[in-house]
């Protein structure tokens, strides 16, 4: 008998195809993108409906359109929109301090999976959180979404109504999670109401050479109200 996670009719391998799918799918698409595409198509025909479904539509439009387009597509849907912002931190903390410790506390979790993150990615970008769970840590990598729920459905609520491509792929994420509770769903209108903050200070915080696996100083993770561990 398979294993499935509670609050999802998927099993854990079935999960792992979803996850990682969805990593693929929502990272920019360079000219390594032919090479990425096989797996979530594959994954699509095993999963579940409706999920395959949705990971299909994405895996046929960016297959579909030519690379230039879709990079610019991509640029102006994540880079140039707050609200469909693939760094899950942003949406509670905007580019404040407390979104430095935030930052932190996730790099602390990968460093207890002994999954070292490169230097050149934020660890609360959603492709990195998504492979991780996938390929690292699925218990700790489906925690760091639920503690920030608020934020990915505020995401998926926004591509939807922008009419975006890839928001099949959010679709498919938030499926594999529980339903929202009241707390959480008050999180997600104030969110849709307010935006995220707007204060300007940095991220200094983030760059504490000090952690490491071996000896890692706990952070708390400032993050939204109702939010599930």
């Known amino acids: 008998m398979r294993r499935r996670r509670p609050g999802s009719s998927l099993s854990d391998a079935a999960l792992t195809l979803v996850w990682q799918s969805a990593s693929l799918l929502l990272d920019y698409p360079d000219e390594s993108l032919p090479e990425r595409l096989p797996l979530p198509r594959a994954a699509s025909h095993q999963v579940d409906e409706p999920i395959g479904s949705l990971l299909r539509r994405v895996v046929d439009h960016v297959a579909a359109t030519p690379l230039p387009q879709l990079q610019a597509d991509y640029g102006e849907t994540f880079d140039n929109r707050r609200r469909c912002n693939l760094f899950l931190t942003y949406f509670a903390h905007g580019d404040t301090r407390k979104r430095g410790m935030a930052l932190l506390r996730f790099k602390q979790t990968y460093l207890r999976s002994g999954f070292v993150l490169d230097d050149s990615e934020l660890p609360d970008h959603l492709c990195v959180v998504l492979e991780f769970a996938a390929t690292v840590d699925r218990e700790a990598g489906r925690a760091l979404m639920l503690e920030n729920r608020a934020g990915l459905e505020l995401l998926r609520l926004s591509l939807r109504d922008a009419g975006s ?26 969110l849709v109401l307010e935006g995220p903050p707007e204060e300007e200070v940095g991220l200094a915080p983030f760059a504490t050479p000090e952690l490491s696996p071996s000896a890692p100083t706990l952070l708390p993770m400032p993050t939204f109200p109702g939010a599930r561990s």
């Open 165 to 190: 491509p890839w928001a099949p792929a959010l679709e498919a994420v938030t499926a594999t999670l529980p339903p929202l509770r009241g707390d959480e769903q008050d999180a997600v209108r104030r």
